[in-house]
């Protein structure tokens, strides 16, 4: 008894500490990592002197990671052709997306990329390399909420609320070509449209309003107008709440200031995909223009950035009290309603706006594969607001056995012991002939039987005189053969 108390114990601790049965998936060879390491400052530091690096081995490595972030966002940008077509719909865009191969390309990059990384680095380097993205990963893809900034709320000496702050996150930013423009770009297209002039969004946006953000890196701060949508997404304004003036359109089942990319790269949220079914290779949230870059002294990579979006700022002052005490606003809780059961036992899911896939999965405790397989559906679905997913099929009806019910009395001496059966068929009456199988369920004769008596009797009848007839004839010419004989 004492072994096997040990022996569970061994095992539960090697669960803990170890992970047996609990691995995750390997990222390196699946997932663009060398940007994400190798050009983040506060990381690339820690990977050169753990793994031992030389200055060659880690700039040969470095240059490695420039290409293949030149050759991701080569194909992000074809891809782009397809997002920004205007004429198509969104399924319309997924499947184009599809069709050029965009996942199936990005992985023949990663394959490229890896194998030029082990021969720059040698078999032992590219060892401990490798050792080290694996187990650094388990500590950056650890689940993320949002990093929001709290500034005190402006009161007036009576207590009053005179105005809140904007809502401020800690995000993944970049930096990308727009010319000369001052300018940022946004997962959320209606800013880009309002700012344009083109009022083709509603619930909130409005014309002339001049969207624009503050941006805080190491110290100094800048201030951008939206000018363009993305990266990734254009429909997941991830500083808004269902219940905002602009509501999140998508991926609402996420908290307050996640960006969908950033959940899609480092927890596989929504299959690692973004709203086009690609592959999400960066968790950037916001694209930062070279010129906004230079004033902000942004490097390149992937940079954590402190972004304030100036149009929210009194979303939250009915919840933030009359007190000028610095902390975090009071938010609005997301309720999920799941469906009840059916009378069937089927469960059906009525999808309510901003809800995905991977969300409802993990609301209801399903995976993600068994949801698309039960419903027919792909990481590329669109789901809209009133569409039904099926959680649990309906329970599969009893099948109805077949029953004998027999009427029988105890013969007396009086009695004719003829028993009255009300039958229906036996599972194993059916490989017999009808005939046989009346003749089992009834003994004797049963009424209206005897036309198929009579029919019996006279079919013996003539094979009788058939057979008669031939002897005769066998006979004649027995007797004629007999006559010819000398």
């Known amino acids: 008894m004492l072994f096997v108390i040990g022996l569970v114990v061994f095992v539960a601790v090697g669960i803990v500490k170890h992970g047996w049965g609990l691995e995750r998936m390997p990222v390196w060879g699946t997932k663009p990592v060398l940007e994400y390491f190798l050009l983040n400052p506060s990381i690339a530091g820690e990977l050169r002197e753990q793994v ?11 240059e490695i990671a420039l290409r293949e972030g030149e050759q991701l966002r080569a194909l992000q940008g074809e891809s782009q052709i397809i997002v920004g077509d205007t004429e198509l719909d969104l399924s319309e865009k997924r499947l184009l997306i599809s069709e050029m191969a965009y996942n199936s390309r990005l992985a023949g990059i990663l394959q490229e990329n890896q194998h030029s990384l082990q021969r720059a680095l040698g078999p032992e380097a590219h060892e401990r390399f490798v050792q080290f993205i694996e187990e650094q990963w388990r500590v950056e893809s650890q689940p993320r909420s949002a990093v929001e900034i709290f500034a005190p709320v402006k009161v007036a000496n009576n207590g009053a609320v005179l105005a809140a702050f904007p809502r401020s996150f800690e995000v993944y930013a970049t930096r990308y070509d727009a010319g000369d423009r001052y300018i940022i770009a946004l997962p959320d297209k209606c800013l880009k449209f309002a700012n344009g002039g083109a009022m083709l969004c509603n ?9 624009s953000v503050a941006i805080s890196y190491e110290g100094k701060t800048v201030y951008a107008t939206v000018g363009e949508s993305g990266p990734w997404n254009i429909d997941d304004n991830y500083w808004s709440t269902l219940y905002d003036p602009q509501p999140r359109r998508m991926f609402a089942d996420l908290p307050l200031g996640v960006p969908e990319a950033q959940a899609a790269y480092f927890n596989g949220y929504n299959g690692g995909a973004d709203q086009y079914g690609r592959a999400v290779t960066s968790p950037v949230a916001i694209d930062i223009s070279y010129a906004v870059a230079a004033d902000l002294g942004l490097p390149s990579g992937n940079n954590q950035v402190t972004v304030s979006f100036l149009w929210t700022e009194g979303w939250d002052e009915d919840q933030a009290g009359d007190n000028s005490t610095p902390g975090p606003t009071p938010l609005p809780v997301i309720r999920f309603v ?31 594969q068994e949801l698309l397989e039960l419903n027919g559906l792909t990481l590329e679905a669109v789901l809209l607001p009133g569409d039904k997913i099926v959680i649990k099929p309906a329970e599969p009806t009893p099948a109805i056995m077949p029953t004998l019910t027999s009427t029988l009395r105890t013969p007396k001496a009086a009695d004719t012991p003829i028993p009255s059966i009300t039958s229906t068929p036996h599972l194993n009456e059916r490989t017999q002939t009808p005939q046989q199988a009346s003749q089992q369920a009834a003994p004797y004769p049963a009424e209206g039987a005897s036309d198929q008596t009579a029919l019996s009797r006279n079919e013996i009848v003539l ?16 007797g004629s053969w007999t006559k010819r004989s000398p």
């Open 338 to 368: 799941t469906s009840t059961p059916n009378p069937d036992g089927s469960i059906i899911h009525i999808v309510q706006p901003g809800q995905t896939l991977t969300g409802i999965a993990n609301v209801y405790g399903v995976t993600l």
């Open 52 to 62: 031992g690096l030389t200055d060659a081995q880690y700039w040969a490595a470095y």
């Open 463 to 478: 094979f009788a005189i058939v057979g008669i007839a031939l002897v005769g004839v066998l006979l004649v010419l027995l």
């Open 203 to 211: 619930d909130g946006y409005q014309y002339g309003q001049n969207y």
